[in-house]
């Protein structure tokens, strides 16, 4: 059996000799998959393959995913503008000439203005992104992998808490089977002690009216529809459970179909003990619907 969870949190990390990177992925319970993804600038490039990829990998959930790039290297050093050295070395020697000044010194030339410039610093622009993309998008598939694994993971988990609820809602339904409250003796005098209360309530009553509130006590006292429903709810659940497929949504929709019969089983209850178990039922019911909300 496999079933996933809509939680989970997985990061990757890399570098090339300018940069290095972190992909984080978060994923939370939602109703759809909607992504939310923060790029550096300039990184625009991935935002496409970054959704397919996600797409691909994932059915339901809000995921966020965050690119961190940081640069390896500052400034690495100071070099010489040679350009603009021998323009003033050119000038220093006209100048020299013309007003008898004395040579100019290595110490004054390399003080001036754009003579030194620092060195090695890595720019980002948009050919360098280009060509570090493809290993930033195996990076993305990577950090995807380990998310899908952390879900998958969680979902193990999820299986055993779900089978443990349907099998917590299938032995209340069967103490409901087993129920003194459905005895077709215990029903048959309940219907007769009903139908003697009515008659002194309203004693000219027409024998047609009597049979037809005969009709809606004997209705109101049957609840093996509503056990015989549950069980087929719970054939269904666990089908869905053992399909590997995401089901979320199928179970949600279930869930509402296990209340409503476990309502109706309360509304039906004639005695305390059946009304007990309906109670129970509904408290098992919503944690099961809880626990299904984590479900892809």
């Known amino acids: 059996m496999t079933l996933n969870s809509m939680t989970g949190y997985a990061r990757s990390q890399g570098q090339d000799a300018d940069v290095s990177w972190?992909?984080?992925?978060?994923?939370?319970?939602?109703?759809?998959?909607?992504?939310?993804?923060?790029?550096?600038?300039?990184y625009d490039v991935l935002d496409l393959p970054a959704r397919e990829a996600v797409q691909k990998?994932?059915?339901?959930?809000?995921?966020?995913?965050?690119?961190?790039?940081?640069k390896l290297q500052k400034a690495s050093g100071i070099a010489v503008n040679e350009v603009v050295l021998e323009q003033y070395v050119q000038l220093a020697?006209?100048?020299?000439?013309?007003?008898?000044?004395?040579?100019?010194?290595?110490?004054?030339?390399?003080?001036?203005?754009?003579?030194?410039?620092?060195?090695?610093?890595?720019?980002?622009?948009?050919a360098s992104i280009e060509?570090?993309?493809?290993?930033?998008?195996?990076?993305?598939?990577?950090?995807?992998?380990?998310?899908?694994?952390?879900?998958?993971?969680?979902?193990?988990r999820l299986l055993e808490v779900l089978s443990g609820q349907l099998d917590e809602i299938a032995s209340l339904v069967q103490q409901a089977e087993g129920s003194a409250a459905l005895d077709p003796a215990a029903i048959k005098e309940r219907l007769r002690q009903q139908?003697?209360?009515?008659?002194?309530?309203?004693?000219?009553?027409?024998?047609?009216r009597l049979a037809q509130e005969a009709a809606l006590i004997a209705a109101k006292a049957d609840v093996r529809?509503?056990?015989d429903r549950l069980h087929a709810h719970m054939a269904?659940?666990?089908?869905?459970?053992?399909?590997?497929?995401?089901?979320?949504?199928?179970?949600?929709?279930?869930?509402?179909e296990f209340n409503r019969e476990a309502n109706t089983l309360c509304s039906k209850a004639g005695e305390v003990e059946l009304t007990r178990i309906g109670l129970a039922l509904k408290v098992v019911i919503e944690q099961f619907r809880e626990q299904v909300q984590n479900i892809e």
């Not at 007003?99 to 390399?110: H, K, Q, T, V």
């Not at 990076?139 to 992998?145: N, T, V």
């Not at 139908?195 to 047609?208: G, H, I, S, Y």
């Open 57 to 70: 990998a994932l059915k339901r959930g809000n995921v966020n995913i965050n690119l961190n790039v940081t």
């Open 131 to 156: 060509a570090r993309s493809t290993v930033l998008k195996k990076s993305l598939d990577e950090a995807l992998k380990a998310l899908a694994q952390m879900r998958a993971a969680e979902g193990r």
């Open 225 to 227: 529809e509503e056990l």
């Open 195 to 208: 139908v003697l209360a009515l008659l002194d309530a309203v004693p000219t009553l027409n024998e047609d």
């Open 93 to 126: 020697r006209t100048w020299e000439v013309k007003a008898g000044l004395a040579p100019a010194s290595m110490d004054g030339l390399l003080a001036l203005r754009g003579v030194l410039e620092s060195a090695g610093e890595v720019e980002d622009n948009p």
């Open 22 to 42: 972190v992909w984080e992925l978060k994923t939370v319970n939602g109703r759809g998959l909607e992504l939310r993804l923060r790029l550096p600038p300039g």
């Open 236 to 256: 269904a659940a666990r089908e869905m459970l053992a399909s590997g497929e995401a089901v979320g949504r199928k179970l949600d929709f279930l869930c509402q």
